[in-house]
C-alpha cells in the first residue's frame, strides 16, 4: 500500500472497514469473468482497503479524506455488473454502498430510495405500501442494487414496454456527491440525469434516488415453443406490439441454448426448439392466448400460473438478459457473448443475416425492446470463443452489417457504449473530480482524449500483475 493510501485508510479508520483481505479480494470483483478478454487483464486487480459509509455524510467524509491523499475511490453495489464497471483498476479504496439501502418514500407512480438498495427489496417495499412496482430491473434483481442497475446497467427486464433506463421518464432525479476538496450535494433532473447515469461512478457518486413506478401484478410466466426460428423472432415482435396485451418480457433463445443449457428446461424441450421466456399481465392473458390461437406452431409448455413441471424452473426473467450467458457458462466455461442493437426498421433482416454468418458458432439470444416507441432486439448473443483475434472479427462483422456492438470485453465508458466521448459526463468530470480520482481507467475521454478506438484501450496506470 502507497503512503498516501495508507493514510486514506488510517484516517477512515472509524469507519466501517474490511480488514479481511480475501474479503477485500471478493470486494474489488464482478462478472468481468463472463468475458474472457476481461479476465486475461483483470483477474489480479484488488483494491487496498475497503469501507462501507453508513450515511451521505460518511460518503462525504470518505471522498473528502481520499481527495486530500490522492487516494482513488471506486464505488460499487453488489457488483453484478460484467464490464468490469466496479473493478478498482487502480487499487485505492472501494468504497461499498451496502448500507444505504433506505427504501425512504413511496408515492404514487414514485419512490425515493438510497442506492445500496438490492432491486427485490425495493419491488417488495413499493408492493407492500402501495401495490406498485419498478418499471425495470436486470435479471440479477435478487442481488443487484439499485444504484448499480442506474450506474452500470441500460435496461432489462420491463424494457419491452418501458424502453432503456436513460429513455426520458425512467429516471426522475438522481442526488450526486463530488469528489473535490469541499464535497458538493448536486441534484440532476431532466437533461441533467444523462452527465451521471450509466456513468460507472466515474464522476459523482449517487447517494438518492427518484425513480417512477407502475401497477404490481403477479405476472404469469411463460415458455412457449417453436420449431422453427423466424417465427418465434416475429411472435415476439408481433406480441409487444399488441397494444392491448401488457408485458415484461420478451425473450427468443435460438436452438439448442433452451436444450442445452436451461437444465430444468431440458427435460421439456428437443435440441431443434427455439423458445421464448415471456411475462404478461394477468388481465392480459385472455387476449394474449387469443393472439397465441392465431399462430399456429406456438406451444406453451410452462405457465407459471398452471405448473405441471414435476421441478419448476424458478422466475422465468432469470433465464433472460444475461442470466442466459450465465446459465450458458456453467454448462460450458468456453461461452462468452455479445450485446448487440438491431435496430427498426431493419432488425429482423440483420438477425436473420447474423443467424446465416455464424450460427452455430453464435447463437440468438434477443430481448424485445422499446426505443423511440418502436419494437427492436437488444441481442445478446452467445458466443463460441476461441480466439480474441476470432471475437474481434466477429463483432467487426456484425459492425460492417450494421448491427451495432456495445462491446463487453471492453472496461471502459466509450468502448462498452457507441465508441464516442459522451461530453456532458466529461464536463462533469472535470467540474466533479478534478484529480481524477472516481473509478479511474474507465472514462478514455479523461485519460487519453485523441484515442481513436482503433485498438483496444489499455489504462496505464492498470495494477500489475504480481
Not at 444505504?100 to 418514500?105: C, Q, W
Not at 401495490?131 to 441500460?154: L, N, P
Not at 421439456?268 to 385472455?286: K, N, Q, T, W
Amino acid at each position: 500500500m502507497t503512503p498516501n493510501v495508507a493514510a486514506a485508510k488510517e484516517a477512515l479508520s472509524h469507519l466501517d472497514i474490511e480488514t479481511s483481505e480475501a474479503a477485500i479480494k471478493a470486494n474489488s470483483r464482478d462478472f468481468f469473468w463472463y468475458s474472457p478478454v476481461l479476465k486475461d487483464r483483470l483477474d489480479h486487480v484488488t483494491a487496498d482497503f475497503v469501507v462501507r459509509p453508513k450515511s451521505e455524510a460518511e460518503v462525504m467524509e470518505i471522498l473528502k479524506v481520499c481527495y486530500q491523499h490522492d487516494c482513488p475511490v471506486t464505488t460499487r453495489g453488489a457488483g453484478t455488473g460484467n464490464y468490469g464497471q466496479a473493478m478498482p483498476l487502480a487499487g485505492g479504496c472501494v468504497m461499498h454502498l451496502r448500507h444505504l439501502d433506505r427504501v425512504k418514500e413511496v408515492h404514487p407512480g414514485r419512490v425515493i430510495c438510497e442506492p445500496g438498495v438490492l432491486l427485490k427489496d425495493l419491488d417488495a417495499a413499493c408492493k407492500e405500501q402501495s401495490g406498485q412496482e419498478i418499471r425495470m430491473f436486470s435479471s440479477t434483481w435478487a442481488t443487484a442494487t439499485i444504484g448499480g442497475f442506474i450506474a452500470g446497467g441500460s435496461g432489462g427486464v420491463g424494457s419491452c414496454t418501458w424502453g432503456s433506463l436513460r429513455d426520458l421518464g425512467n429516471i426522475i432525479r438522481l442526488r450526486v456527491v463530488t469528489m473535490e476538496e469541499e464535497p458538493r450535494v448536486v441534484e440532476f433532473r431532466g437533461e441533467e440525469l444523462a452527465r451521471v447515469s450509466h456513468a460507472y461512478g466515474t464522476n459523482g457518486i449517487i447517494t438518492e434516488i427518484e425513480m417512477p413506478l407502475a401497477p404490481a401484478y403477479d405476472w404469469v410466466e411463460m415458455f412457449v415453443t417453436f420449431d422453427d426460428f423466424t417465427p418465434a423472432m416475429e411472435f415476439a415482435e408481433e406480441l409487444a406490439n399488441q397494444d392491448g396485451i401488457l408485458i415484461k418480457l420478451a425473450t427468443v433463445f435460438e436452438a439448442p441454448v433452451a436444450h442445452e443449457y436451461f437444465q430444468r428446461v431440458k427435460p421439456h424441450v428437443e435440441p431443434g426448439h427455439h423458445m421464448l421466456g415471456l411475462m404478461v399481465a394477468p388481465h392480459s392473458m385472455d387476449g394474449f392466448l387469443t393472439f397465441l390461437g392465431r399462430r399456429p406452431g406456438a406451444r406453451v409448455i410452462y405457465r407459471s400460473d398452471d405448473n405441471d413441471w414435476a421441478k419448476g424452473p424458478g422466475p422465468v426473467f432469470e433465464y433472460g438478459w444475461n442470466h442466459t450467458t450465465l446459465r450458458a457458462l456453467k454448462v460450458d466455461p468456453t461461452i462468452t457473448y455479445l450485446q448487440v442493437r438491431y435496430g427498426y426498421p431493419d432488425h429482423k433482416a440483420l438477425v436473420e443475416k447474423m443467424r446465416a454468418e455464424f450460427s452455430p458458432e453464435v447463437l440468438q439470444h434477443l430481448e424485445v425492446l422499446k426505443e423511440g416507441g418502436k419494437v427492436m432486439f437488444a441481442g445478446l448473443s452467445l458466443v463460441k470463443f476461441t480466439s480474441e483475434d476470432r471475437l474481434d472479427e466477429i463483432i467487426r462483422l456484425h459492425e460492417e452489417a450494421g448491427a451495432m456492438i456495445f462491446n463487453p470485453h471492453r472496461y471502459t465508458l466509450e468502448e462498452g457504449g457507441r465508441q464516442t466521448v459522451d461530453d456532458r459526463q466529461l464536463a462533469f468530470k472535470k467540474e466533479a473530480d478534478p484529480k481524477g480520482l472516481l473509478n479511474p481507467g474507465k472514462m478514455i475521454a479523461w485519460d487519453v482524449p485523441d484515442w481513436d478506438y482503433s485498438r483496444m484501450y489499455a489504462y496505464g496506470k492498470l495494477q500489475a500483475a504480481e
